[in-house]
């Protein structure tokens, strides 16, 4: 596989889960989601995509969380060993994400594409306040005094001084927070003695753990007399309800307690406070045995937790989906009722008309041609008055027709009755500005009323052409089926000859001599006819409900079904939100699959040479030295 | 600044105040004279929709509206005075300190306080309480300071214990004025600060940063009080009373000094450090006429809260696009009515014979003798059809003829012959076309601005009408109409008709008459008599029916009742019938929703005025006290 490959899909990933996320922004009830989302979408960006691009391990991320005021900066400063972050009294100071570099050229910083999102570097130096989408890179100064062989406990890692979560203006910076978060190999979450059961901080605890980062807790500010009990206190509260790891384990979280310090102690992290020092870095350095390891287990948990996650991830879209099937359903309905109006409006009534010429053309069709037509034409005479009393019966007894409106009318009143009924429920159902329905009833009159008549008048004329089209070749069929075969024809032609004939020669024969008796002549000519007439209107009424069937198909076909299918899929056409959100939701648990096999091929890639090779598998960080 | 200086500068000048007017205790029925229509409003039925918040909203605010007029009610009103803020900033720490003693349980585990701590004067009864209180832990105590006033301490609001914060929210109404108590950790949270947000309209705010000496670290950068002020400022709380506290050690302090009488001061306080300020400001600063105020200033949020809500759910005018609907409903239903005519004509076109047959029939009826005994066999004949196809068992064809539905009547009966027609056409066409009409109309109201959902269930239930039944009527009547100007015709026709009746009446007789009269003249007066032979005598019936067919011709030259010429009138006739059914039917809804939805929007603005009234009222009556801080802008 190709590094850029990888690349293109790992980044249309995470475009979509961005995209996701803005969607869900932008809905109020939806905004408490958009922070997992974005948790998804940096996994996959700053986590996943590198590590298949075949990036170095090195560095690896701790990333400093906690509520406002927890002493987030103190633990920086104190896994630092130096004072390189402000500790501020103002709650909610920090505002943008801030990395530590220990110093030495121990690594080179991350430079992939799609490294930390939207978050650019700051090039100049900025106050912790800066408000922006930015993170700032800073290095920790070599101590003074320090001999040439001084080497920074955590020189592998870079350390993330990150904002809170819970003050009021945190809503504006917490999406920089899971940028950070995502990209992280250990966590550590500050807790102190006020915050440590505080709502918001758990919440993003549980969300950090199922996402499978390792977390190193750091319990401050308590009495130093308390902090056993504390400690206690807090695994039975917290940490006893945390979720499952994405791999079904239990995860284990290390307590390091710092109590409340002194000045002195909380200035000198590597004189006054280091025995609380060296506990955090021991705890941190335990849950990174090696580079490549950490780093493995990092990509693989986040990318078990996308595919599990997966589902419900996509459940933000569940509402939209819900209405955008609810629309469908409603087409589905309209169309129903459109297609039942024309059957009962129009076809119950219709009698094809148009279809009675072509059953005479097949009465015709049985009489001599040529010079038969002599013989044809007095027994035309002969069957005078049996026509006139058939006729006058006829008219007595049939009734007209029932006047039809016309099909345009017919079909033209069902589009409008479906127009409408669509409409007035997309008018009743407008709720929120984001809604499906409610953007549907906004552009209802604009577009969507206009375009399905200019839709239905274009299909309506090619539909008009099918059916007249329809009923000749079904016409013709009839007549040229009869006409093409001439061994039937001429067979019938003479059959009917004949039974003229026999008819009137047994008339002659048993009547003779000639007298009144030869008025039978006439009627039996006219019985031989009306027979042969009732087999022609047997076979042309057939024809006749075979095309009223296949006019039901014909307006189905070019009419409604097309129309249907317009309809159901007009919001999720031209450009819309509900577009995107469809592609969105096809594309991504696909894509999060086959992201979740790359990265186990590459894991096993990784991980199997390098318990073959004993070169490799010396473990790189250094023991923790104080 | 010291906190005794500062008290003194808090404490309104005591001597210059009169004794106090019995506000209160006025103001209570007024607020019961508000409620009683509030809730009468929002038990009544009313066609403009309320939304579920509003709803929830308006009933939140006539609860509330009782609530006051109960607790003004009385001789000394109690001010509630209640802690809000997240676990472990030390609100029952700061209620311990206060009392002096471990009243409220306070330790490290969070969240400490599940149940709620009142602590009031023990002159007080219980039952005097809001009902909310009376089911929290109740303390007693025996300060004078604080006779009037009613301490709550509450549970948190951002732990993970959730229910908490709806043990909060459950209580905040009854409150009067809130300490919101924050610590250097959080003074600065979104769920206490978005609480703030949503209470601030409705009650007095007073602030407490507690936890002071974590704040006064020496560390650069803005100092938490001087950021929460300045928030606050953005707030439009230009000069809020804040407290900067360290309550636990007042409250250590309180504990190693025994006996009674006020604790004495800790030693080693921070800078600025303001307890003794804030327990001065709630014992001393709050005086009577402070109490008054707040709860006055309380009712005058909820008048005017309520006035706000009232203008959000106050239904529009819609007379304007009543009008406008109903002129566009108009033009639809008079198409309707003419789809709905030709539907119904086109119905009875199977039955021309009959209707013919009808029409030849009660045109007879004028005539008489000679010309009637014609007619009566002529018709027969012509018509043998109309009867003869009921007698013939036709079996599946008659169904077909007519569309498979219709089964013909048996006897020829004006009613039930139309009453079938109405149903074949009802079932083929008009029961669809109804329902579909209804949307249309709906439709084209929504877009004139008069929003759908309050047309459509009267739309709805004008269209659930027996319209089949409608239908018949309307065709019975135009056939009757045409009928009657058939037999009853006007100007020229009526001349012709006269007189065509008149020939036909007389003179088939007077032709019989002259012929048998020139018979017997001849054979009589004549010598010799002229015998008549077979053609003369076959004359006395020739004459008389040449002259009887020769009218009959004429009539139906003139006065035809074919069907044709009736079809062109009768479809005319259901037309305007059923145009007139149609507006009969549909449209008076525009304007009586439109009416019934001015009504309710004169309730609302009854509603306001009153509120409005009491509102002014209290604004005559608001008096020179110091709570202005406690409410921002």
């Known amino acids: 596989m190709q590094p850029t490959e990888h690349r293109s899909a790992v980044g249309q990933l995470a475009d979509d889960l961005r995209w996701l996320e803005d969607h869900c922004r932008r809905q109020p009830d939806l905004a408490a989601q958009a922070g997992t989302l974005r948790l998804a979408s940096a996994l996959t960006r700053n986590v996943i995509g590198p590590f298949l691009e075949g990036q170095p391990a090195c560095p690896l991320h701790i990333c400093v969380v906690g509520g406002a005021g927890a002493g987030k900066s103190t633990v920086v400063n104190f896994l630092a060993g130096d004072k390189v972050a402000e500790a501020n009294p103002q709650a909610g100071f920090t505002r943008h994400p801030t990395a530590f570099l220990p110093p030495g050229p121990g690594f080179q910083w991350p430079s992939y594409i799609g490294f930390m999102g939207p ?357 013709k069929a009839l007549v040229d089926g009869l006409e093409k075969n001439p061994a039937l024809l001429y067979t019938l032609r003479g059959g009917k000859f004949a039974l003229d004939l026999t008819t009137i020669g047994s008339v002659v024969y048993f009547t003779w001599p000639p007298g009144w008796f030869l008025l039978l002549i006439p009627l039996g000519v006219s019985a031989a006819h009306q027979f042969a007439e009732l087999a022609t209107r047997a076979v042309a009424e057939g024809a006749r409900h075979r095309v009223r069937s296949h006019r039901e198909s014909l307006v189905t076909g070019s009419l409604s079904v097309p129309l249907t299918t317009w309809l159901a899929e007009w919001p999720t056409t031209g450009g819309t939100s509900f577009e995107k959100l469809q592609q969105v939701l096809r594309r991504v648990p696909d894509a999060i699959r086959t992201m979740e096999e790359r990265v186990k091929a590459k894991v096993n890639e990784i991980t199997k040479p390098k318990d073959e090779s004993p070169a490799l598998s010396a473990p790189t960080p250094g023991a923790p030295t104080t | 600044m010291s906190a005794d200086e500062e008290s003194g500068s808090l404490r309104p000048p005591l001597a210059e105040l009169g004794p106090p007017q019995p506000l209160l205790r006025t103001l209570a029925p007024l607020l019961r004279g508000l409620e009683r229509p509030l809730r009468a409003w929002l038990d009544s039925r009313r066609k403009f929709p309320l939304s579920m918040m509003q709803r929830a909203e308006l009933e939140g605010l006539a609860d509330d509206l009782k609530r006051h007029s109960d607790t003004l009610d009385v001789e000394k009103p109690l001010l509630v005075v209640m802690l809000m803020g997240g676990t472990g900033v030390g609100k029952s720490t700061l209620l311990n300190a206060l009392a002096g003693g471990p009243i409220a349980q306070a330790s490290f585990t969070r969240p400490t306080t599940r149940d709620p701590v009142v602590y009031f004067h023990h002159s007080v009864k219980s039952e005097r309480l809001d009902p909310a209180l009376r089911v929290c832990r109740l303390v007693q105590h025996d300060r004078a300071g604080l006779e009037q006033k009613v301490i709550v301490d509450t549970p948190d609001l951002d732990s993970n214990d959730l229910t908490n914060r709806d043990k909060l929210i459950a209580l905040l109404p009854v409150a009067d004025i809130v300490l919101y108590v924050g610590s250097q950790e959080k003074y600065h949270d979104r769920l206490g600060w978005d609480l703030f947000k949503e209470q601030r309209q409705r009650r007095a705010f007073a602030f407490v940063l507690n936890k002071w000496d974590r704040c006064v670290t020496g560390e650069s950068g803005v100092q938490p009080d001087e950021d929460l002020l300045a928030d606050l400022k953005a707030e439009g709380f230009q000069n809020p009373l804040l407290f900067r506290t360290t309550a636990q050690l007042w409250l250590d302090a309180a504990k190693t000094h025994s006996g009674s009488g006020i604790p004495p001061k800790p030693v080693d306080l921070p800078a600025g450090e303001q307890f003794g300020l804030l327990r001065n400001w709630l014992e001393l600063g709050l005086t009577r006429l402070e109490i008054e105020a707040v709860k006055a200033r309380g009712v005058g949020q909820l008048l005017t809260q309520l006035t706000r809500i009232a203008e959000t759910i106050r239904p529009p005018d819609l007379s304007a696009e009543a009008e406008k609907v109903k002129a566009a409903w108009d033009r639809t239903l008079e198409e309707e009515a003419d789809v709905q005519a030709d539907v119904l004509v086109g119905t009875l076109e199977p039955y021309q014979t009959e209707v013919e047959h009808h029409f030849s029939v009660e045109d007879q009826q004028r005539f008489r003798g000679l010309m009637a005994a014609y007619l009566r066999v002529t018709t027969r004949l012509r018509y043998a059809g109309s009867g003869l196809r009921d007698k013939i068992p036709f079996g599946g064809l008659k169904g077909k003829l007519l569309g498979g539905r219709v089964d013909t009547p048996v006897e020829w009966n004006l009613g039930a012959f139309v009453q079938e027609c109405a149903r074949t056409a009802g079932e083929r066409v008009l029961d669809q076309r109804s329902t579909a009409l209804i949307n249309r109309l709906l439709v084209e109201a929504e877009a004139k601005g008069f929003p759908l959902t309050l047309l459509t269930d009267p739309a709805t239930s004008a269209g659930r009408l027996d319209w089949r039944e409608r239908m018949t009527l309307a065709v019975i009547e135009a056939l009757a109409e045409v009928e009657h100007q058939a037999t009853n015709p006007t100007g020229f026709r009526r001349l012709v008709r006269g007189m065509l009746s008149w020939l036909a009446n007389t003179l088939p007789e007077v032709a019989l008459v002259a012929t048998v009269g020139m018979l017997l003249w001849n054979f009589f007066v004549p010598t010799p008599s002229v015998t008549p032979g077979m053609f003369e005598m076959a004359l006395v019936v020739l004459i008389p029916l040449v002259v009887i067919v020769t009218l009959h011709l004429l009539i139906l030259l003139l006065l035809p009742v074919r069907w044709p010429a009736i079809r062109h009138e009768f479809r005319k006739q259901l037309g305007v019938r059923m145009a007139a059914e149609l507006s009969r039917a549909y449209l008076a809804i525009p304007g009586e929703v439109s009416a019934a939805i001015t009504d309710e929007r004169k309730q609302v603005d009854a509603l306001v005025a009153e509120a409005k009234q009491v509102g002014d009222w209290l604004a005559e009556r608001q008096q020179a006290a110091r709570v202005a801080e406690l409410y921002g802008k």
Not at chain 1, 399 to 421: H, I, M
């Open chain 1, 119 to 475: 978050l650019h570097r700051l090039t100049s130096d900025k106050p912790a306040d800066t408000d922006e989408d930015v993170y700032a890179v800073k290095r920790i100064p070599v101590p003074s005094g320090a001999n040439e062989k001084f080497a920074h406990p955590l020189s592998e890692f870079v350390i993330w001084d990150c904002p809170d979560m819970t003050t009021w203006a945190s809503e504006g910076y917490v999406a920089r927070l899971m940028e950070v978060a995502a990209l992280s190999d250990v966590i550590v979450y500050v807790a102190s003695d006020e915050r440590y059961n505080d709502a918001v901080p758990t919440e993003f605890l549980h969300l950090l753990v199922k996402a499978g980062k390792a977390v190193v807790v750091a319990l401050t500010k308590m009495r130093a007399q308390d902090a056993d009990a504390f400690i206690a206190h807090f695994k039975q509260e917290i940490l006893g309800r945390l979720p499952k790891l994405p791999t079904g384990e239990t995860p284990a979280v290390p307590v390091v307690a710092i109590p409340h310090m002194s000045i002195a102690e909380r200035t000198d992290p590597t004189g006054a406070g280091a025995k609380y020092r060296v506990q955090l870095l021991n705890q941190i350095l335990v849950q990174c045995e090696s580079d490549d390891l950490t780093r493995a287990r990092t990509v693989t948990n986040a990318a078990k937790y996308l595919s599990t996650a997966g589902d419900g991830l996509l459940d933000v879209a569940r509402r939209d989906l819900a209405e955008l099937d609810s629309w469908k359903q409603a087409v589905n309905a309209g169309r129903a009722t459109f297609e039942d109006r024309y059957r009962r409006e129009y076809l119950s009534g219709e009698q094809f008309r148009r279809f009675d010429r072509f059953r005479e053309r097949l009465t015709d069709l049985l009489e001599l041609p040529g010079t038969g037509r002599v013989l044809g034409g007095i027994f035309w005479a002969l069957r005078s008055p049996y026509r006139w009393t058939r006729d006058y019966v006829f008219g007595l007894v049939a009734r007209p027709d029932v006047l039809n409106l016309s099909e345009q009318t017919v079909l033209t009143g069902a589009l409008t009755g479906w127009l409408d009924t669509l409409q007035a429920e997309a008018l009743r159902k407008a709720g929120t500005q984001q809604s499906l329905w409610r953007q549907i009833a906004v552009r209802f009159d604009s577009e969507l009323g206009p375009q399905a008549r200019d839709r239905f008048a274009t299909d309506f004329r090619t539909f008009e052409l099918k059916e007249s089209e329809d009923l000749e070749q079904a016409g």
